[in-house]
């Protein structure tokens, strides 16, 4: 043992994938979470004999921490951690922690809107070419476990803004930043640069041999570019040619430069449908040519991947209306990218913990595709004085079995019935994935 003590705050996937890590690596480790733990993640520490507590912190045992790494969904500003920032102890991330016992290469996406879609592609594309790759982050297993029980030589890391605020050395071979809407304000005191800062930390410490994805066309992402000036070879992708984009579409074909070659393929073959998801396309097709992965592999992965659950998911066609499950939109651009792929009539289910949502964005599209709103939340008064008078049926529901019969009631055959909530789900639901369920669920037993 080396006697360095590591105390891990929180004890979720990423908390107890970091208290694994730290326990193989010889670390003297304690696990402190404020609430319960799931049944699993209590037997797994047991398992690995390693000591924690649950249902409160005990503050005199976390101050002695030589290093403390702090699960992402704890921000500074608890009380707990005002007073560990306060002694100066190294507070690291899940991320930062597993990055330092690992010579995997690492391509980690991050974005507002489409990095789970868009890992989860990447994934797909280097898994079915036959490389060693894992794929963790904000998504499956996590980068500190797999670290510890597995070996990869590439990792797909899906990356917050909450995870890669803990980041000191961690360094990405390959970043890709998608895209940077307001989101997650309540955690950045309502200031989007505070938010916009946290995200460009993807890009900390690489160099001109690593590779730097985004999209031109984001104005936020431009001008954050044009400011820090990253020293990584950029590869921007976009709509429309322009002299400096290395993907974009043309004459109903996307079009990847790099390494010196081109790809091309129908937009139709795409297996992922919706503008939002040519550009995760783009990208993913442009990490795929920089690690040499052959045409013909990517024309067949872009053409089969099966898309993830909760995004713009097809449940079921009930009485000639489709439903569609799209409960991971957590926020107002999310829910933007599924209106504008609606080609129906759409009766939208909306609402849940507002994160500082400013709902104008997508009020032109409300208007023209919205057949009828449903607001699902405990507090639905910020939506209500928003959009009361601009969509001819507006109703509210506290339950997702009364949100999908309202909707059952309200849709006519040829519509959409919509979830895509712009809000996080934790007044009514677990998660976003209990909220998405709970929908299927309740569509299935119409």
């Not at 030589?66 to 951690?81: W, Y």
């Not at 922690?97 to 990095?115: E, H, M, P, V, Y």
């Not at 579409?249 to 990847?256: D, L, Q, R, S």
Request: hydrophobic share 40%.
């Amino acid at each position: 043992m080396n006697g360095k003590l590591i105390v891990v705050l929180g004890g979720g996937e990423s908390g107890v994938g970091s208290a694994i890590l730290a326990k193989k690596k010889g670390f003297d480790v304690f696990l402190s979470d404020n609430g319960p733990l799931q049944n699993s993640h209590r037997d797994t520490l047991n398992a690995y004999s390693i000591e924690f507590e649950e249902n409160g912190h005990t503050e005199e045992r976390v101050l002695r921490a030589d290093e403390i790494v702090k699960s992402p969904g704890i921000p500074d500003t608890s009380p707990l951690m005002r007073k560990v920032l306060a002694t100066g102890i190294h507070v690291i991330s899940e991320i930062e922690f597993a990055g330092r016992f690992t010579d995997a290469r690492l391509i980690c996406i991050t974005g507002s809107n489409g990095k789970t879609t868009t890992a989860s592609l990447i994934y797909h594309i280097l898994k079915s070419a036959g490389l060693s790759v894992g794929l963790a982050g904000n998504i499956g297993k996590s980068f500190a476990r797999q670290v510890a029980e597995e070996h990869f030589d590439y990792y797909v890391l899906e990356l917050s803004s909450f995870q890669l605020e803990g980041v000191c050395d961690f360094k990405a071979d390959i970043a890709v930043l998608l895209n940077i809407t307001p989101d997650h304000l309540d955690r950045y005191d309502h200031d989007l640069q505070h938010y916009v800062d946290a995200k460009m930390r993807i890009i900390r410490n690489q160099r001109v041999e690593d590779a730097f994805i985004y999209w031109i066309d984001d104005p936020i992402v431009t001008k954050e570019i044009d400011k820090l000036k990253p020293l990584a070879t950029l590869y921007p992708f976009g709509k429309q040619q322009k002299k400096e984009a290395a993907a974009y579409t043309e004459n109903g074909k996307i079009v990847i430069h790099a390494k010196e070659q081109e790809f091309t393929m129908e937009l139709e073959l795409l297996a992922l449908e919706g503008l939002h998801n040519v550009y995760n396309s783009l990208a993913s097709g442009i990490v795929a040519k920089l690690m040499d992965i052959s045409d013909e592999q990517l024309r067949t992965s872009l053409s089969d991947f099966k898309g993830v659950p909760h995004r713009l998911e097809k449940v079921a066609t009930v009485r000639g209306v489709l439903y569609v499950n799209d409960s991971k939109a957590t926020n107002v651009n999310s829910c933007w990218y599924a209106l504008q792929s609606m080609r129906t009539k759409t009766v939208l289910i909306l609402g849940g913990t507002d994160k500082g949502n400013d709902y104008s964005e997508i009020e032109e599209l409300v208007q023209s595709k919205a057949r009828a709103l449903i607001f699902l939340g405990k507090d639905n008064s910020k939506l209500h004085a928003f959009f009361d008078g601009k969509v001819p049926v507006i109703r509210d529901a506290c339950s997702m079995k009364e949100a999908v019969d309202i909707a059952y009631q309200l849709a006519e055959k040829g519509d959409t019935v919509l979830l895509s909530p712009c809000c996080a789900s934790f007044d009514l639901f677990r998660n976003y994935e209990d909220r998405g369920d709970q929908f299927r669920e309740c569509v299935r037993t119409l």
